[in-house]
């Protein structure tokens, strides 16, 4: 008696074993690439989940993601977007920029790809315009070049007296060499110098921000990147160690400590972006869903900082800001 029962419990414990393999293998898979490290981006990443929650995905439930972070080595995306590829994946979403979503796209013309956060994807070569995108490739455009000359424009109004501004960027970025030159021809047009400084990883922050004293510019552009906005406590300590009062392109730098940011909201853009991997998902095609773009920028300044900075916001800026943090 005691061995029927045993058999029986052992061919139930198979039977379910098998049903939850075949679940498994039914189940849709989504290959997530990003070129930064889980920590910074989990507050992206809830965004993420919701927009795959209000199209009816949930991870492990009827959707599997299979994620690969390159923790800031750019150099790493394309083995990993092959090896997602090769897995056979049935849509890849990319985050962190424009080098996962190159990868992504040298490495298949078949699966399809939405990126969650891309500065011009028109003019980083992604895809062929906003309104059609074309092949298999659609996703979230932020305007990340577009407004840099508006960010100089804003720390040139918070800091009146700067006739220099230093600019931080990441040669490895795919973009650098263009968002240097966006930079310097805004600087000529306001009359302001231009100082470039350059960091490619982490223990390279120390020695751009050593060369702040011989330069000795009136504040600070941070370059968008997302090898930068994974390390920005490191920076935002950086700046507050050196005194220079400087501009960023996310709030989460400000909410960090840094004084000033301009630019969209990167959790909308995760969240907006997975409602695309949704509507793949269910049927559609990347082709005939148009790169959506933000509607609105938030300007916001961090009052602590600035008073410890020894500057005042001017009163025209500061009714023109969406959020003060004090």
Not at 153 to 160: D, G, K, M, N, T
Not at 284 to 299: G, I, R, Y
Not at 300 to 313: D, F, S
Request: hydrophobic share 50%; proline share 5%.
């Amino acid at each position: 008696m005691r061995r029927r029962e045993l058999m029986l419990s052992l061919g139930c414990a198979l039977t379910a074993a098998r049903s939850l393999r075949a679940q498994q293998k039914s189940m849709l898979v989504i290959g997530f690439l990003s070129s930064v490290s889980p920590g910074p981006a989990a507050p992206y990443m809830v965004a993420f989940h919701q927009g795959l929650t209000e199209t009816g995905y949930a991870d492990g439930q009827n959707v599997a993601i299979e994620y690969r972070w390159a923790e800031g080595h750019y150099d790493r995306l394309p083995a990993m977007a092959a090896d997602l590829v090769g897995r056979k994946v049935d849509l890849i979403a990319t985050a962190g920029g424009i080098e996962a979503a190159l990868a992504a796209k040298h490495a298949t013309s078949m699966i399809p790809i939405v990126f969650c956060a891309v500065g011009d994807p028109v003019g980083d070569g992604l895809i062929a315009s906003l309104s059609r995108p074309g092949a298999n490739i659609t996703g979230m455009s932020l305007f990340t070049r577009e407004l840099t000359a508006k960010r100089l424009e804003l720390v040139s109004e918070l800091v009146p007296s700067a006739d220099a501004i230093a600019l931080l960027v990441n040669p490895t970025n795919a973009v650098a060499e263009r968002v240097i030159a966006d930079v310097k021809e805004a600087g000529r047009s306001k009359g302001v110098r231009v100082d470039v400084l350059k960091a490619a990883a982490e223990g390279e922050f120390e020695i751009a921000f050593a060369s702040l004293v011989q330069l000795s510019p009136g504040a600070l552009m941070v370059g968008s990147d997302p090898f930068f906005n994974s390390r920005r406590d490191d920076l935002v300590a950086l700046a507050a160690r050196h005194a220079i009062p400087a501009m960023y392109e996310w709030r989460e730098y400000v909410t960090a400590g840094g004084l000033v940011s301009y630019g969209a909201s990167l959790p909308v853009a995760y969240r907006q972006a997975a409602t695309y991997v949704g509507r793949i998902l269910a049927g559609a095609k990347p082709a005939d869903l148009p790169v959506q773009q933000p509607t609105t920028f938030e300007l916001v300044i961090n009052l602590k900082t600035a008073k410890a900075l020894g500057l005042t916001v001017p009163q025209l800026l500061l009714a023109r800001t969406d959020e003060v943090i004090e």
